[in-house]
């Protein structure tokens, strides 16, 4: 794709985040076009990838095969078709500068984006309305997650799994005043090593994130991905390197590397650079990560990022360990659609990369509330009340900017 040299009559590139991202959501939300807003970690660049068709809806990504856009699919994807979002037009905004970028020898590209342009300055100024409605949310409470985990525990002593990851949500009305932009620049300011984004398809709703994890990566012939797992609240007064892990939280996070290099072993793959585990910080928790990297090319492997998608999602981190019998597990007794809560997401064949994240601290937003979903990893170890309050500690990732922006 390559930027677009025609001079449009009213242009786009001449206005900055702040006056464009109202005017081309609200649009969006008008005309149905698929969106996806993000800010990868430890980045200054903001993109914004508009599609003027429906999502791409499919059963499997081939990477490799795919044009640019950004893939968004759920927790059962495998099971539910993924969505992809073919960027018909792409939008980044470094700095001071916009860039607008479209296929320019597509004349009918060029038109509908010369139509959009005059739409986007008659609506400069305009105040984004949130979603439209899907659905009415329910509620939860408390003590079904403390049941919930007591039942894993005893499904842990029985031998079916080592590890399981129930997880539950949480309702928040939105008040008249809430401010989508205001909510993500708080979240890009107050967590820069996360994937911020907000991703709104009609067919299936508007969701909003900061997720820390990596799922894969694909960089020109550099492939990655990375296993993260345990969590305790980040103290300012300590230095990071200090921090101790209890033998829960060492285990649990042992458990999801061995099962990335499992998958390595499923492949024959034995030629890869694994670093860690470390302490890293993701907003106001800390949790341990290893990362493991593999040159596709000395491999001789240019399909893997694909390949190892398959076998990573649902990692063990969201799911358990072993997997198929705790996703069994999970499906009759968490009583929770899941939806697109630690599904993937991601940029796909931008600037000769593919970064796809777990779709962990999100929420999905309607007209009325927001539904936040966080889960917790349950071992032989684990305290009821303690994985409550994990989960509690990871709403309170995006509730903390939630509260700011209404």
């Known amino acids: ?38 800010r990868s970690p430890l980045s200054n660049e903001f993109n914004l990838i508009l599609s003027f068709k429906l999502t791409l809806t499919l059963k499997k990504f081939e990477l490799q095969e795919l044009k640019e856009g ?16 073919e960027a018909d037009l792409r939008i980044s905004f470094d700095f001071n500068e916009t ?22 300055y008659e609506e400069l100024g305009e105040i984004f309305e949130k979603p439209l409605s899907h659905e009415r949310l329910s509620e939860q409470y408390e003590s079904d997650y403390i049941k919930l985990v ?18 539950r949500f949480k309702d928040i009305e939105l008040g008249d005043s809430f401010n989508l932009m205001s909510l993500l620049d708080d979240l890009t300011d107050a967590y820069p090593n996360a994937f911020v984004s907000f991703v709104s398809i009609p067919e299936v709703g508007s969701w909003i994130g900061a997720t820390p994890e990596l799922l894969i990566e694909r960089e020109k012939n550099i492939f990655r991905t990375v296993a993260l797992a345990a969590t305790q609240r980040f103290d300012p007064d300590l230095d990071i ?11 649990e996070q042992a458990m999801v590397s061995r099962y990335i290099i499992n998958c390595f072993k499923k492949i024959r793959l034995r030629d890869f650079h694994e670093k860690g585990p470390e302490t890293i910080k993701a907003g106001n928790l800390l949790h ?13 492997f240019p399909e893997l990022a694909s390949v190892m998608l398959d076998l990573l999602h649902p990692t063990s ?33 931008l600037d000769d990369r593919s970064s796809l ?32 309050d994990e989960t509690e500690m990871k709403f309170n990732t995006l509730l903390n900017i939630l509260n700011q922006a209404q």
């Open 99 to 120: 860039l607008v970028n479209w296929d320019e020898s597509n004349s009918e590209l060029t038109n509908k984006i010369e139509t959009l342009s005059h739409e986007i």
């Open 317 to 349: 981190a969201v799911a358990g360990m072993p997997k198929d019998p705790a996703r069994e597990f999970l499906k009759i007794e968490e009583n929770l659609n899941r939806s697109f809560y630690s599904g993937f997401l991601g940029p796909v064949n």
């Open 357 to 388: 994240y777990v779709n962990l601290r999100c929420m999905e937003i309607n007209a009325e509330k927001a539904r936040l979903y966080a889960g917790a990893g349950v071992t032989a170890h684990s305290n009821p009340q303690k994985e409550f």
């Open 70 to 85: 950004f893939a968004f699919a759920p927790y059962n994807y495998g099971q539910e078709n993924g969505h992809f979002i």
């Open 241 to 251: 390197t200090d921090t101790t892990w209890n033998q829960k939280e060492i285990e």
């Open 150 to 167: 007591e039942n894993c525990k005893e499904a842990i002593n029985d031998g079916f799994f080592e590890k399981v990851v129930p997880a």
């Open 1 to 38: 794709m390559k930027k677009g040299q025609e001079v449009l009559e009213r242009d786009i590139s001449l206005l900055n985040r702040q006056q464009l991202l109202p005017a081309i959501f609200s649009i969006a939300q008008k005309e149905g076009y698929p969106i996806a807003f993000y």
């Open 288 to 300: 341990l990560k290893t990362s493991f990297e593999v040159d596709m090319e000395a491999t001789k």
